[in-house]
């Protein structure tokens, strides 16, 4: 089976002015298959938000090829990067992100509006959605009448009302205490499991990482490792595997390539 997602060689230089050259992701191989749960860690920096932009198709790389779902991305067909996006893939933000003067409902209907869906049909959908993230009896109440956690379920909820193949969250758990952080992880954990949908989101919190089932570690633009984990409990960890899942369980998994320094060289 193809995977849902693929980037190979890719690298991302931001340039700022006219001569200063970032060199954020750096020759970058990783592969995502359908309803798995992933972590992106590493120090402030290192590319985590790059990495998710790419897979999100918000941002294009400076090399290499990134493949969703057999769609080849390329950087002309801005059009076809729209589609994809709308078609595939939800995001969740470390902000929230919603619209104040929506209710909840209304929050998790906005990206239906932009389908053919009937009224009906959009309707069904936003309950059944809003059930699923535990927010049925708030569905009328503003972000400000939410605390952080509920806001962040909407925000869930309306992630997924498209029934996107991938949902990327990037520091989602951020503004949140770190009970709730843990709650909102249980319940993306949950969904994945039950929609089989992808889920990547981005952390700096050690509690949060190990509740992911496959944890990349960047560092300075580029994996430093891979870490697979059978289930969500750190006592389960299990030893450090390659970048596909199908592989027998074996060792640390390193990135090749140059260094950072060796590349802005060029
Ligand atoms: N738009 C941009 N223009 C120039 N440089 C950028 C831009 N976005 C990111 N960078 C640089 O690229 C590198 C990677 O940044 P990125 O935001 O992906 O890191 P991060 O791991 O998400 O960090 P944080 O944990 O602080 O959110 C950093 O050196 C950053 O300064
Ligand atoms: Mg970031």
Same mark, same amino acid.
């Given at each position: 089976m193809n995977p849902l997602i693929e980037l190979k060689n890719v690298s991302k230089i931001y340039t700022i002015g006219r001569n200063i050259q970032v060199l954020a992701l750096n020759n970058i191989t990783l592969q995502f298959n359908v309803g798995e749960f992933v972590a992106v860690s590493g120090p402030s920096g290192s590319g985590k938000t790059t990495l998710l932009n790419l897979i999100g198709l918000?941002?294009?790389?400076?090399?290499?090829?990134?493949?969703?779902?057999?769609?080849?991305?390329?950087?002309?067909?801005?059009?076809?990067?729209?589609?994809?996006?709308?078609?595939?893939?939800?995001?969740? %933000?470390?902000s929230f992100n919603l619209i104040p003067v929506l209710?909840?409902?209304?929050? !998790?209907?906005?990206?239906?509006?932009?389908t053919d869906l009937s009224a009906s049909e959009?309707?069904?959908? !936003?309950?059944?959605?809003?059930?699923e993230v535990g927010l049925s009896e708030l569905a009328n109440h503003k972000p400000r009448e939410l605390s952080g956690g509920q806001c962040q379920r909407v925000a869930i909820a309306r992630a997924l009302v498209n029934k996107p193949k991938i949902v990327l969250a990037d520091e989602p758990t951020a503004n949140l205490d770190s009970v709730t952080a843990q709650e909102i992880l249980q319940l993306m954990a949950k969904l994945n499991q039950?929609?089989?949908?992808?889920?990547? %989101?981005?952390?700096?919190?050690?509690? !949060?990482?190990?509740?992911?089932?496959?944890?990349?570690?960047?560092?300075?633009?580029?994996v430093e490792q891979i870490v697979m984990q059978d289930n969500n409990t750190v006592e389960n960890r299990k030893e450090l595997q390659g970048?596909?899942?199908d592989q027998p369980v074996t060792k640390h998994h390193r990135q090749r390539g140059k260094t950072k320094s060796s590349a802005n060289r060029h």
């Open positions: 918000i941002d294009v790389p400076t090399q290499g090829t990134i493949t969703l779902d057999g769609n080849h991305i390329s950087m002309n067909g801005l059009a076809q990067l729209h589609r994809l996006r709308l078609q595939n893939i939800g995001f969740i %933000f470390q209710s909840a409902y209304e929050n !998790v209907e906005y990206p239906l509006l932009l959009r309707k069904k959908r !936003v309950e059944q959605v809003l059930a039950e929609e089989n949908v992808t889920f990547i %989101f981005s952390t700096h919190d050690p509690k !949060v990482v190990q509740l992911a089932r496959k944890i990349i570690q960047l560092r300075d633009g580029k970048d596909r899942p």
